[in-house]
């Protein structure tokens, strides 16, 4: 293989913010954070939805908003759910 040319492959933590779930893996994925994990400084990957917390894994259905983008989506699409659809 060539020298130089492929990314840097290390253990990264991946921290579920929904609900504080937090996990080591491979990864090339590039970061600027770091944290303490079991006594070992990792880079740090801070993702919505894991296993712990998606609804097809946990049962439970649950939307995940946290820019305000299904309100947005509602609000724009909300129009055309009140006209019906002629071309049907």
């Known amino acids: 293989m060539k020298e130089g040319i492929h ?3 290390r253990e990264v933590v991946f921290h579920d913010l929904s609900c504080d779930f937090k996990f ?5 994925v590039q970061t600027r954070e770091t944290i303490e994990h079991e006594g070992k400084t990792y880079p740090l990957v801070k993702i919505e939805v894991s296993s712990q917390s998606h609804p097809f894994y946990t049962g439970n259905q649950k939307i995940v908003d946290t820019a305000g983008r299904v309100e947005k989506f509602r609000q724009k699409f909300a129009k055309l759910g009140t006209r019906g659809n002629k071309n049907v």
């Open 7 to 9: 990314p840097n492959y």
């Open 24 to 28: 080591v893996t491979r990864s090339t």
